[in-house]
């Protein structure tokens, strides 16, 4: 379905709403838990589509939220290093004096990869035992790239049975993104990291993972499309490319992608509206919109006199099994936190047009 679709958009209701930013904790893929972490560092889960205080709070810096959880950790760059906690109870099970751009668990939850910037080109790469914080392995990669994008993917499908293996996606704007597999590696005396370029011009980067781990989204920086991959473990094998145009009627792409089901993601665009997305296809389905937040007009967030209006929600992120949404800043200053369960959308996105 095409950007055409835009006139019937499906609507799902929110399962909470709350008042400031709350900000999503990223899980690893598969993990069903949702932690939300508000601007003091209280940490809360959603539950049954209700909202419970953890009872503790996170003492970490200000900016974005480094951070994975898997299972029954949650490990969260704070102030004085990367610490290990119980989700549950916020105990203590660890502490160490790295300081992560970001974080990752494996599938298993049994090892922390780290990735800490040395300076604007260098990067140490580190493997963790997630049980008690020691390291395993370290590694070394330069950064050819800008630095506004270092992600970490945890990989459902390994190039050898049993191999622990992680993704890495580094770069953005002009200096282009691409894509590298960490591979845990048995070195002389010690374990080491290997990391392998997945695509050689550098110009693509993997975007989101399918349930499985076996299909992935591909961003193409030179020809501005996605493309859809067969991930078989060893090198992605590219199966359908996208037409950059499929974008152009609803103002670019907004560079942010999530998988509900092996056969549906969820995509958004450059004006900041989230619409279904056919991963096979690469095609646009229809836009997703929440009740009971419409539109905004411009005059409501920005000091003009205008009458456009923009997408309701410009701050997006996923956590288990729930979509996390945040609304712009009006001029009191506040925002919302609206929670929306994926099955909803899921089911929402299936009901086909009249």
Known sequence: MSASSASSPVSCPPVVVLPGLHTAIPTVAGDDRTLLLDA???????????????????????????????????????????????????????????????????????????????????????????????????????????????????????????????MLDLGGGQDGIGSWLLTLTQGVGRKKIRATELFPRQDRALVAWSPSGRRALVWDNDDYRHLSCDWAGVKPVVTVEGDPQVFAEVEGVGFWETFLTEDLALVQSGDARIWGFDPAALTLGRELEVEGFPPVPGREIFDVDSDETYAPFPFRDRSGRHLVLTTWARHDGNRQTVVVRIEDIVAALAVRLP
């Open 40 to 166: 003091e560092g209280a940490v809360r889960e959603v539950v049954d589509d209700t909202l419970r205080e953890c009872g503790y709070r996170l003492d970490r810096p200000e900016g974005e939220v480094v951070a994975t959880l898997h299972r029954d950790l949650l490990v969260v760059a704070e102030n004085d290093g990367l610490r290990c906690r119980d989700i549950t109870s916020g105990a203590e099970r660890w502490v160490s004096p790295l300081r992560a751009e970001e974080v990752c668990l494996s599938q298993d939850a049994t090892l922390v990869w780290v990735v800490e910037r040395l300076d604007p080109e260098h990067l140490a790469l580190h493997c963790l035992d997630a049980s008690d914080g020691d390291t395993i392995a370290r590694g070394a990669l330069k950064d050819p790239f800008f630095p506004s994008v270092t992600r970490l993917h945890a990989v459902a499908v390994t190039t050898t049975p049993g191999a622990q293996q992680m």
